[in-house]
């Protein structure tokens, strides 16, 4: 198997946070929607520590949920949240193509959430989620996936959510 070095998982020490602990705070900005990671910033350890935002990160916390889950009778739903009164703030529904199921919720918001960022002048963006399932698949299960068309090693089967996992990842 393939190591790959994983840059989709949230590393506090890497890129700006040369000087920095863990972040302090998420903020939000009014003026753009977004909420952006506040460090604290030390540069010599005899001085007082400033503060520092990363403002080529934003942040969006995501969810999904599924009414029925499991059952014919499924229905799911998202939520993207950017911050208070944010115009990039979104959910809904998901469409009836769509499978109905709390996990392809969870992939749908991410979708929706990469969408609001797409245009605005941001590096990256921090994610935040409960979903296991989807850290997981898009961190340590992504590559394998790709390699096997998302079979799922050993079986015959694809993988469950393949379709959004895949639309997922061409997003990122």
């Given at each position: 198997?393939?190591?790959?070095?994983?840059?989709?998982?949230?590393?506090?020490?890497?890129?700006?946070?040369?000087?920095?602990?863990?972040?302090?705070?998420?903020?939000?900005?009014?003026?753009?929607?977004?909420?952006?990671?506040?460090?604290r910033w030390v540069e010599d350890r005899r001085r007082k520590p400033r503060t520092l935002t990363d403002r080529g990160q934003a942040v969006v916390a995501i969810d999904g949920a599924c009414r029925g889950n499991g059952t014919v009778d499924a229905?799911?739903?998202?939520?993207?949240?950017?911050?208070p009164d944010s115009s990039l703030n979104a959910y809904g529904l998901l469409p009836w193509d769509e499978r109905q199921t709390s996990q392809n919720a969870e992939i749908y918001?991410?979708?929706?959430?990469?969408?609001?960022?797409?245009?605005?002048?941001?590096?990256?963006?921090?994610?935040?989620?409960?979903?296991?399932?989807?850290?997981?698949?898009?961190?340590?299960?992504?590559?394998?996936?790709?390699?096997n068309d998302f079979c799922s090693s050993g079986r015959t089967c694809r993988i469950v959510n393949a379709d959004g996992m895949r639309s997922l990842n061409e997003a990122i």
């Open positions: 198997m393939v190591e790959y070095e994983n840059p989709r998982i949230y590393n506090p020490y890497r890129g700006n946070a040369v000087y920095c602990r863990e972040p302090e705070e998420v903020i939000y900005d009014e003026s753009t929607e977004l909420a952006y990671l506040r460090y229905r799911a739903a998202y939520g993207v949240y950017f911050g918001a991410a979708r929706i959430a990469l969408d609001c960022i797409e245009d605005l002048e941001v590096e990256g963006v921090t994610i935040i989620t409960d979903s296991s399932y989807l850290v997981k698949g898009m961190t340590e299960h992504i590559h394998e996936w790709l390699e």
